[in-house]
């Protein structure tokens, strides 16, 4: 059973928006934090935010004004909502219990594609 699940990935336009949703199987987020990372064709695992137990959030400076992280602990889901999109967002996103290059729980991941 892979404990973290990913979603929302899809190809939108560059200025676009997407919301990805990551569920957990087997245990709960919220005394937890939480990171969402990436990985475009080619290269390693990038920082993009995280989310801390108490709702506190940090970005990666590209990330910074475009997308926000947020959870939903009666859902047992933290969210990345991501907005004007733009080609070099193009890569799989995971959520992670852990901020490379440091290693732990991740799911598969969701592909985000911005193309037009």
């Known amino acids: 059973e892979v404990p973290l699940v990913e979603s929302g990935g899809a190809l939108v336009q560059p200025g676009g928006s997407l919301r990805l949703s990551c569920a957990a199987s087997g245990f709960t987020f919220d005394k937890i934090w939480i990171h969402w990372v990436r990985q475009a064709p080619g290269n390693g695992l990038e920082w993009v935010s995280r989310i801390d137990n108490l709702g506190g959030t940090d970005y990666a400076d590209f990330a910074k004004g475009r997308f926000t992280v947020s959870r939903d602990n009666t859902k047992n889901r933290i969210y990345l909502q991501m907005h004007s999109l733009k080609p070099e967002d193009t890569a799989l996103y995971y959520c992670?219990?852990?901020?490379?290059?440091?290693?732990?729980?991740r799911g598969q991941g969701t592909q985000v594609t911005v193309s037009s």
């Open positions: 992670s219990t852990a901020r490379p290059p440091q290693t732990g729980l």
